[in-house]
Nanobody
Framework: QVQLVESGGGLVQAGGSLRLSCAAS????????MGWFRQAPGKEREFVSA????????ELADSVKGRFTVSRDNDKNTMYLQMNSLKAEDTAAYYC????????????????????????WGQGTQVTVSS
């Protein structure tokens, strides 16, 4: 059972930056693909980014490409989301997620936007961007 704890959220002005962290425990971190989702009030949970267990593959939603960067440190059991040029529409609760690594057709498969493909979730950290 993997436990995930997000941190680093807060209030920032538009154009500013934040770095979110997701600390994992209870499992071998490198056995898991990791992801970030966000949910604004009244909206569905939205995929933000994913990173493969090795860190070799990353995915970003179109809405954050060029502004956000996802990374991980397997020695520290931690994933990061560097968020630059923040906009008011980035305001949401941000959740990290973990999925046990798997292969399809002999190739490693990293889940992305389908929440049902992610096995573990953190409690979330709030990001508020003031305009």
């Amino acid at each position: 059972q993997v436990q995930l704890v997000e941190s680093g959220g807060g209030l920032v002005q538009a154009g500013g930056s934040l770095r979110l962290s997701c600390a994992a425990s209870g499992g071998t971190f490198s056995y898991y693909d990791m992801g970030w989702f966000r949910q604004a009030p009244g909206k569905e949970r939205e995929f933000v980014s994913a990173i493969s267990w090795s860190g070799g593959t990353t995915e970003l939603a179109d809405s954050v490409k060029g502004r956000f960067t996802v990374s991980r440190d397997n020695d520290k059991n931690t994933m990061y989301l560097q968020m630059n040029s923040l906009k008011a529409e980035d305001t949401a609760a941000y959740y990290c997620a973990a999925a046990r690594r798997s292969q399809t057709g002999g190739h490693w498969y990293t889940p992305t936007s389908n929440p049902h493909e992610w096995h573990y979730w953190g409690q979330g950290t709030q990001v508020t961007v003031s305009s």
